[in-house]
């Protein structure tokens, strides 16, 4: 192999001291060169926006279907069923991706725009009343948990479940670490509750959740798929958009001069939120694994070896944007790499973008100025870079 003509970098990307903050690591990962060598795990690193880029869109030569964590299908037998979205590839991924797209797409996201908007009213009302709150728990938990499982048409009980089985999903894309291990024993019973959700009977006759369920009445997908493409909703759709609110309110707490513009033109909600996904990348990493040898930057990536794509790092990569580090609402953040790119490029982001909107608008409306009133302290997650605890300081307008 060429690995010794590569540069190595030893420095563990799961590790705790990488975890709290990424930036050094990436600096180094990006400055290294558009590949490198990561010797703890023996995989190919992608860190510069352009090659991130590359190797999301070039889904033929860089396969999702062995996995998009570390664990390679080809030779490991993955913990749950693959999703059929995320670990699947062409032509197997495209009629889920295709039935998903329309039942969380823009036209079906219309008819709940009125009730999330008025749902974040009501809940921002509640939670303001108090000049200091931890905003992590009391509104990036809880204005997803509040909307989303009743859209996807979940019954009452157990929800409770759909934050540690993000939660624990999210880990196990990473190695099998400390993280992944205080998880696992609560793991089964997480896997069971939420399988037994995707059942047709359990869901409401509304909701996302039987709109998967009337695809396979047409003819769409199959009966056998799909309760593993509402899966994919209850995989995907809580702690992602927990860690994104998480990151735009990160984002507006620590630059109040952003508070105001957004409080002027309540209209960048939505930029603001995709400014924020590019900002801290609450997804930091996802895998993929060469099928067949393919080049990228003068190095060859033999069949069935894994890279490991570090999107956090490409949406700072200074190559690409100017003064990347800067929460700034002027800047188009679109291109991106937050939501992936190409194909599997996130089918929720509409749902996000609407959550975050409805959020957004309902603070801005009340909330004069927003810092930071302790020290905020970061959740450790093998894939997500999110807050435990968010403590802030509102005034009212
Ligand atoms: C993007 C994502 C994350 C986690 C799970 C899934 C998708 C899924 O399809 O199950």
């Not at 157990?158 to 793991?187: H, M, T």
Request: aromatic letters at 8%; one cysteine or more; charged letters at 25%.
């Amino acid at each position: 192999m060429n690995t010794q003509a590569l540069p190595s970098i030893d420095t563990d990307p799961f590790g705790h001291e990488a975890l709290e903050d990424p930036a050094e690591l990436h600096a180094a990962l990006r400055d290294a060169g558009p590949v490198a060598y990561l010797s703890r795990y023996d995989v190919f690193a992608l860190a510069r926006y352009e090659e991130v880029h590359a190797a999301l869109t070039g889904w033929q030569d860089f396969q999702s279907a062995a996995g998009v964590g570390l664990s390679n299908f080809r030779h490991e037998k993955p913990w749950r069923p693959p999703s059929l979205l995320l670990e699947a590839d062409p032509p197997r991924h495209d009629a889920p991706r295709a039935v998903l797209s329309k039942v969380v797409g823009p036209r079906a996201l219309r008819r709940l725009r009125e009730s999330w908007l008025a749902a974040a009213e009501e809940l921002v009302d509640r939670v303001v009343a108090e000049p200091e709150f931890d905003a992590l728990p009391r509104l990036a938990e809880a204005f997803p948990l509040r909307i989303f499982p009743d859209a996807v048409g979940l019954g009452p009980d157990g929800r409770e479940n759909l934050l540690p089985y993000g939660e624990f999903l999210f880990n196990s894309f990473g190695p099998p670490n400390d993280l992944v291990e205080k998880g696992r024993p609560d793991a089964g019973r997480l896997a069971a509750w939420v399988n037994e959700q995707c059942a047709r009977d359990r869901l409401a006759p509304d909701g996302f959740g039987a709109q998967i369920w009337a695809a396979a009445d047409r003819g769409d997908i199959t009966h056998e798929q799909a309760p593993l493409v509402v899966r994919s909703l209850l995989s995907a759709g809580v702690d992602t958009t927990v860690h994104g609110l998480g990151a735009v309110l990160y984002a507006f707490a620590t630059h109040p001069d952003q508070w105001e513009r957004l409080r002027a033109e309540p209209g960048l909600a939505r930029v603001a939120f995709d400014e924020a996904v590019r900002w801290q990348s609450p997804v930091q990493t996802f895998f993929r694994t060469a099928l067949g040898d393919h080049e990228i930057g003068g190095t060859t990536i033999p069949d069935g070896r894994k890279i490991l794509m570090f999107l956090g790092a490409a949406n700072r990569d200074p190559r690409r944007w100017d003064d990347p580090d800067a929460f700034d609402l002027s800047r188009d953040p679109s291109g991106h790499v937050g939501f992936g790119m190409g194909l599997h490029q996130c089918v929720g982001q509409h749902v996000a973008r609407l959550e975050a909107e409805a959020l957004l608008t309902a603070l801005a409306r009340r909330v004069e100025r927003i810092e930071i009133a302790g020290t905020p302290r970061r959740h450790h997650n093998n894939t997500l870079r999110a807050w435990e605890s968010l403590p802030v300081r509102v005034a009212l307008a």
